[in-house]
Nanobody, 124 residues
Framework: VQLQASGGGLVQAGGSLRLSCAAS????????MGWFRQAPGKEREFVAAISWSGGSTYDADSVKGRFTISRDNAKNMVYLQMNSLKPEDTAVYYC??????????????????WGQGTLVTVSS
């Protein structure tokens, strides 16, 4: 599976952005999909994930109520709608794919395919 993230940019605090992740390759719909982010000088951080069917999602506490992950298996796409953005959301955002398991994984070590990242900058 190859992943291509897009949609990043510069936005003012309180604004919104929608990130997209296009997947190519077979069997996209079987994978759990996640979004991670990495700010300068910090470790990669889990943001949100969605099960293969879209029936289950999990959000990090830091984005709960502000970010929404979704997927369209017919289009091989995953999205991250980001609202009420804060300066601390500034980071490179990555989409990633993990094998389907019972519990949605939140560790980057469990994701086997990664996109190239898209930069989100939130100004105060």
């Amino acid at each position: 599976v190859q992943l291509q993230a897009s949609g990043g940019g510069l936005v003012q605090a309180g604004g919104s952005l929608r990130l997209s992740c296009a997947a190519s390759g077979r069997s996209f719909s079987m994978y759990t999909m996640g979004w991670f982010r990495q700010a300068p000088g910090k470790e990669r951080e889990f943001v949100a994930a969605i099960s293969w069917s879209g029936g289950s999602t999990y959000d990090a506490d830091s984005v709960k109520g502000r970010f929404t992950i979704s997927r369209d298996n017919a289009k091989n796409m995953v999205y991250l709608q980001m609202n009420s953005l804060k300066p601390e959301d500034t980071a490179v955002y990555y989409c990633a794919a993990a094998m389907p398991v019972t519990t949605i994984p939140k560790s980057h070590k469990e994701y086997i395919y990664w996109g190239q990242g898209t930069l989100v900058t939130v100004s105060s």
